[in-house]
């Protein structure tokens, strides 16, 4: 099975560069609770009393309010009233995709499935904790089931759309049954994501209760000081594919899933809760007989790594039992934990430990374990040949692919683990490139809005500049991969060169090259430009490498209850009738809509048709007949009876 595409964000990563760069250099992540979120200063004891936290820190994201709703066309309404949770695990699917080169549209339609695991429906309780009177119709579409039902829904996928409640191990579980599907050939390609936010606190005051929250927010795997659970925020999206047709298709193979296993404790543990030794040895045992891997040769293991004592000694237990058994000792497996990092991400904790491994296996490096300084003493150390790295290290050459593995862990008993193997990276050299026979190239940009437009034209102007992650890769297969990998959009440009620094010049300066492009190039430019199709295979032949290339520019604005700083949508203009202002909040923010429009081409749904009964009753005192407005089909019959509404209270 191939990890053809990633894409995720947590605390202090906006993407997988980004992680692995706070990986690699060993930092920390996390951060005091935002005053968004809840007043932790308030909450805040040293003793663990009740209604009270014991910590004042986690990993939290950054601007969780912010999205692009007219990207997915959302009215402003809709955007505000849906859980940041969905909007998250849309852009973050959607810059997944692009990473895999599967532009959305070439999956419609399709079997593709969708597996989310997730246990938080944090932005829903609050809205329901305000009370009865603020219950509403589109307080549906935060149901914890719709995260996958979105993605599907939006992208039209057809194949499965499942959500994965196992508690921490949710992500890798919901990796485990992608792996299962696709054998089966149930799906072609999956989408498997975690995501968390936590909005409330009530499970750190819980976890304080219990004794399990760690004081500093930070989780310190297999030190002495590990004091248990540091919360954290995240959404994580792999896109996955069976092998053979990843090679056949020259998709970007970043790491190879060899096998994968989950199995509950049973009864092995002393109590439900409690983690049982043998209850994890029974699922590394199997994931790697269905890996058909030898554990002693696994190289590296991302640990569950939750930073508690007791969790911490289970699991070195297992895994010197397991990957451990006929190891020399001069020859450790190393293991570690992204939690050290980003903080315990809950659901989304295990995808977070997936991304991470196959960076690691990317780059051949184990990043440092942090927050360890005296190893823990429950820990059997001289009789495990196993290891916590403290620095950067190699993964040494032994004559084959690099191997790994993930493992992750549930409150619900349920244990999950995923073996890794090096992907099979294709080469794209820019001195493989005959500069003294320079063709001369055209890059073809698109995107929904001119603003989008233009930062994307300046963000591939930064990535072909030397110094930028594309100086490096032919040009050919940079401009090839623009127009045969990505989605194209309405607002469009396409330039040409025959040097990267000659395309950058173009795109940021508007400067035009010396070489006067071939007739083709010009032709093939202006008929996308004008939103014409172009035979691209044709225009650049055979042997190009698919590359990766900028994500796309989201344009974001917050969107928040209670709030209304979005932009001019949903505002009422002076001069705006009723149905204009009716409009503006509840249509899909890219409808340009006239009075013969569909209500129903715009937006307009039974939700929707609800909102606005509760709206006229609680704003205009007008009494609404649900079936009169059912009845309504056009914009242009709305705005009359919306006039006859105002007519009859004057």
Not at 215 to 231: E, L, M, N, V, W
Not at 273 to 288: C, D, F, M, N, T
Request: include cysteine; aromatic fraction near 6%.
């Amino acid at each position: 099975m191939a990890v053809i595409g990633m894409a995720c964000k947590f605390p202090g990563a906006a993407d997988p560069d980004q992680l692995w760069e706070i990986l690699q250099t060993g930092r920390d992540a996390t951060s005091e609770t935002p005053a968004e979120r809840y007043d932790a200063n308030a909450l805040y004891s040293e003793s663990p009393e009740p209604g009270t936290i014991a910590s004042r820190r986690a990993g939290y994201l950054d601007s969780i309010a912010e999205f692009d709703a007219g990207f997915f066309g959302m009215s402003p309404t809709e955007a505000t009233d849906l859980d940041p949770q969905q909007r998250l695990l849309l852009m973050t699917a959607w810059e997944a995709l692009e990473d895999a080169g599967r532009p959305p549209e070439s999956l419609a339609g399709g079997d593709t499935g969708v597996y989310v695991g997730n246990t938080r429906g944090d932005f829903l309780e609050r809205q329901l904790q305000q009370g009865l009177d603020h219950v509403t119709a589109s307080q549906l579409n935060n149901f914890r089931a719709l995260l996958p039902a979105r993605l599907s829904w939006q992208l039209d996928l057809r194949g499965p759309s499942v959500l994965i409640d196992t508690a921490c191990s949710s992500s890798l579980a919901a990796v485990h049954q992608a792996v299962q599907a696709i054998r089966t050939r149930e799906v072609p390609l999956a989408l498997v994501a975690g995501v968390n936010l936590a909005l409330r606190p009530d499970v750190a005051v819980m976890m304080t209760r219990a004794g399990n929250l760690a004081h500093d927010g930070r989780s310190k795997f297999a030190d002495a000081d590990a004091d248990g659970f540091a919360p954290s925020d995240g959404v994580g999206v792999v896109v996955l594919k069976p092998l053979a047709a990843a090679r056949a298709d020259g998709d970007r193979i970043r790491a190879m899933i060899q096998g994968s296993a989950v199995g509950s404790n049973g009864h092995t543990g002393e109590s439900l809760l409690a983690p049982s030794v043998e209850g994890q040895i029974h699922v590394l045992r199997k994931a790697y007989e269905d890996a058909g891997v030898e554990p002693s040769e696994v190289d590296f293991v991302e640990a569950h790594g939750s930073g508690s004592p007791m969790l911490d000694q289970v699991e070195f237990a297992a895994l010197g039992k397991v990957v451990g058994e006929g190891r020399p000792a001069e020859r450790p497996c190393y293991i570690g934990s992204v939690k050290t990092n980003i903080g315990y991400a809950e659901a989304a904790g295990s995808i977070a430990g997936l991304i991470k491994t196959v960076m690691c296996l990317e780059h051949r490096r184990i990043p440092p374990n942090l927050h360890l300084k005296t190893p823990s003493p429950q820990i059997a150390w001289d009789d495990l040949p196993l290891a916590v790295p403290g620095a950067l290290r190699e993964i040494p050459d032994r004559g084959r692919p690099a191997l790994a593995g993930v493992t992750g862990q549930g409150a619900s008993c349920l244990n999950a683990h995923v073996v890794l193997r090096e992907g099979e990276p294709a080469v794209s050299d820019r001195a493989q490139e005959d500069d003294s026979d320079r063709q001369t190239y055209v890059l073809p940009l698109s995107a929904r809005t001119p603003a989008a437009l233009q930062a994307l034209a300046d963000a591939y102007a930064a990535y072909l500049m030397p110094g930028g992650a594309g100086s490096v890769l032919a040009l050919r297969d940079i401009c090839h991969s623009a127009a045969t990998r990505r989605q194209h959009h309405p607002y469009r440009m396409a330039v040409t060169g025959s040097t990267h620094e000659e395309i950058a010049n173009v795109l940021r300066h508007g400067e035009t090259g010396a070489v006067i492009p071939p007739r083709a190039l010009s032709d093939a430019a202006e008929q996308y430009r004008s939103g014409q199709p172009v035979d691209w295979d044709a225009l650049f032949g055979t042997g190009c490498v698919f590359v990766p290339l900028p994500s796309y520019p989201w344009q974001m604005q917050r969107y928040w209850p209670g709030e209304h700083d979005h932009g001019t949508g949903g505002h009422a203009a002076e001069g705006d009738d009723l149905a204009t202002v009716l409009l503006g909040e509840h249509a899909r923010a890219s409808s340009k809509y006239r009075d013969s429009s569909l209500l129903s081409e715009i937006g307009i749904d039974s939700l929707a048709r609800i909102e606005i009964i509760a709206k006229l009753a609680q704003e205009h005192h007008y009494e609404v007949d649900p079936e009169e407005l059912a009845a309504l089909h056009t914009v242009g019959q709305l705005r009359g009876y919306l006039r006859q509404l105002e007519a009859q209270t004057v």
